[in-house]
């Protein structure tokens, strides 16, 4: 069964600062896709990035990077020189063969000025 | 613009008084779904389909009836409401199906349902 967890409740950081978010996920498929979303304080739904389980490619969008590692099933989110912008609700998702898709419970960012 | 919507986006309601939330999409999107979003559990999806007649069940399908007869719609029903239905709904849509390669989400605004 897929699983994704996100250990990280809630995190808070100084503006500027690096935070890393976790994703650890669980399947049984050799072709999966995980995914990244935001959630700001408006509450709407943002797509980030996909990621499929043939590239484990590392991807730079910015200040946001993503760090995909089958070894140890994670798909880690890494935000550099943070702003009060980023402070939002992260989720991290798994879809695999099917057609169903599991989110994480999501890592709640606090980016203090 | 390409965009989902939702409607209404706030609903109170009380216990058993059936209630329809819409959700429509202008993208031609094969996949819908809705998931609901509660503190400390965040998303869990409720149904799905994969295109116009063709619906299934998420993880927390209780309570809850979908049906898909033209594929820009998708309206989730609540025959029943109780208040352990008090949540806020989000719709969603993809182009392909989960397994495919256009698979990510365009979720609406929401909707925030409250039972009494």
């Known amino acids: 069964a897929q699983k994704v967890t996100q250990a990280q409740t809630e995190i808070s950081v100084v503006e500027k600062e690096d935070v890393t978010l976790d994703c650890v996920y669980e399947?049984?498929?050799?072709?999966?896709?995980l995914f990244w979303y935001k959630q700001p304080p408006s509450g709407e739904l943002v797509f980030l990035i996909r990621?499929?389980?043939?590239?484990?490619q590392n991807e730079i969008s910015g200040r946001y990077s993503w760090n995909f590692q089958k070894s140890t099933s994670s798909f880690n989110f890494t935000i550099t020189a943070s702003q009060v912008v980023d402070s939002a609700v992260y989720f991290c998702a798994l879809s695999e063969g099917g057609d169903k898709i599991i989110f994480g419970k999501g890592t709640r960012l606090h980016i203090l000025p | 613009e390409a965009q989902v919507t939702q409607n209404p986006r706030y609903l109170i309601t009380v216990t058993g008084k059936k209630l329809t939330v819409t959700c429509s999409q202008n993208m031609n999107h094969e996949y819908m779904s809705w998931y609901r979003q509660d503190p400390g559990l965040g998303l869990r999806q409720i149904y799905y389909?994969?295109?116009?007649?063709?619906?299934d069940k998420g993880d927390v399908p209780e309570g809850y009836k979908v049906s898909r007869k033209e594929k820009r719609n998708f309206p989730l029903i609540l025959e029943s409401p109780s208040p352990n239905q008090t949540s806020l709904y989000f719709c969603a849509s993809s182009l392909s199906v989960p397994s495919g390669g256009n698979n990510e989400q365009f979720f609406g605004p929401g909707t925030r349902l409250t039972v009494l």
């Open positions: 990621r499929n389980s043939f590239d484990e």
């Open positions: 399947t049984r498929d050799t072709t999966y896709y």
């Open positions: 389909s994969m295109n116009v007649e063709v619906t």
